[in-house]
Each structure stands twice: as C-alpha cells, then as structure tokens.
C-alpha cells in the first residue's frame, strides 16, 4: 500500500503538457523530504528523471521539469512526444516507515 | 561506465530461500546507500531494502525479518539474501544507488524471481 498517491493514467495529444501530481503527507514530502521522479519505458528499469525536487539529471531533456509545494509534488512534460508514453513514478523518504516510498505510478498516453 | 548488474533470480518454492547479487562497477558500493527494490509484474515499485555506507541497513515492513541486506567490499558487490519466500514476493528485484538528496541511479537490468510449487 502505497503512501504517495499518483492518477493513475493521463493522456495528451503531441505538443501538449501533462502533469503529474504526486500527493504525500506530513510524515514524507510535507516533511521536507526530497521528491524524485523516474520513467520507465516498456519492458525496462525504472531511469531517474528528475531528482532533489527540481534537477534533471544530465541527458534528460528540459521538457520535463518538477516541483514541490508542501505535501505534493508535480512532474510536468511540456512538448509531449510519443517517446514519452511511459510509467512514471515519485519517490521520497518516509519517517513513520523509517523507509524510502514510491508512488503508485501514471500511466502517460500520447494520442 | 557506471553499471549495475543483477544476478541469481530464478524459480524456487514457497518455504525456500534465494541469495540476489548486484555486481557494481565505476562507482564504490560501500561509499554509497544501496538499495533492492522490486516490481510484481504489471504492477508498481517497491522499496524492500537498504544499506547504507556505515553498514546501517533497514527493511520494509513486508520483507523484515526474512530478507538480509549485506555487501562484499572486496568484490563491490550488494546482495539480498531471501528467505522463507512466499508467493507475494514474485517480482523482478532491481537493485539502485542513491544518496542524500539524489534520487536512485543507476538501477540494474533486474532479476526475476518466481515463488510457486
């Protein structure tokens, strides 16, 4: 059972921006915890998208972005394009769990 | 190259045990927090375990108590020893570095473990 709440499935058309929302508690992000956020294409391992809240690993395009405001956390695509239909997920620290959270996932469809 | 390779998955019985490795190279795993996080098929991620670099280790609630975290310096390898498995525990197990303030990258190619009679 997962502490971070994501939709589970979002969908735009090429061109269009997508966000995701990422929704916690005071025990996670609303703790001051980072948010980090990953994509994972079909068939492969998670790969690190955006992390600390708001860095985008060197490689990672700068259509996506991400941002946190007290118990949440958004990543938004901008320009979406057909490579980008993946799974996403947020990820924090959790000190109730003493222990690192993932969030349930987003299924992005570009139609 | 920094690269993690994971190996040992394969199918074992309810009751029984397994022993997951993550070959590390480009990086030290003891200067680093190491994590195992695994996936059920068609569903999402989750965090099972991890070892810091003072060799502090913590579990999820699910896996504590059957799973052991360890690492071999020597080898800059990560394992996870499994056991008393259940079927629940059916996943691909990833094993990721990470730090303060840095999220988990690079995560391995994952191995597949299959808990059934």
């Known amino acids: 059972q997962s502490v971070l709440t994501q939709p589970p499935s979002m969908s735009g058309a090429p061109g269009q921006r997508v966000t995701i929302s990422c929704t916690g508690s005071s025990s996670n992000i609303g703790a001051g915890y980072d948010v980090h956020w990953y994509q994972q294409l079909p068939g492969t391992a998670p790969k690190l998208l955006i992390s600390g809240n708001d860095n985008r690993p060197s490689g990672v395009p700068d259509r996506f972005s991400g941002s946190k405001s007290g118990t949440s956390a958004s990543l938004a695509i901008t320009g979406l394009q057909a490579e980008d239909e993946a799974d996403y997920y947020c990820q924090s620290y959790d000190s109730s769990l003493s222990g690192y959270v993932f969030g349930t996932g987003t299924k992005v469809t570009v139609l | 190259e920094v690269q993690l390779v994971e190996s040992g998955g394969g199918l074992v019985q309810p009751g029984g045990s397994l022993r997951l490795s993550c070959a590390a190279s480009g990086f030290t795993v003891s200067s680093n927090y190491m994590s195992w996080v695994r996936q059920a098929l068609g569903k999402g991620l989750e965090w099972v375990s991890v070892?810091?670099?003072?060799?502090?280790?913590n579990y999820a609630g699910s896996v504590k108590g059957r799973f052991t975290i360890s690492r071999d310096n020597s080898k800059n390898t990560l394992y996870l020893q499994m056991n008393s498995l259940r079927a629940e525990d059916t996943a691909v197990y990833y094993c990721?570095?990470?730090?303060?303030?840095?999220?988990?990258?690079?995560w391995g190619q994952g191995t597949l473990v299959t808990v059934s009679s």
């Open positions: 070892i810091y670099g003072d060799g502090s280790t």
């Open positions: 990721a570095r990470h730090n303060i303030g840095w999220g988990f990258d690079p």
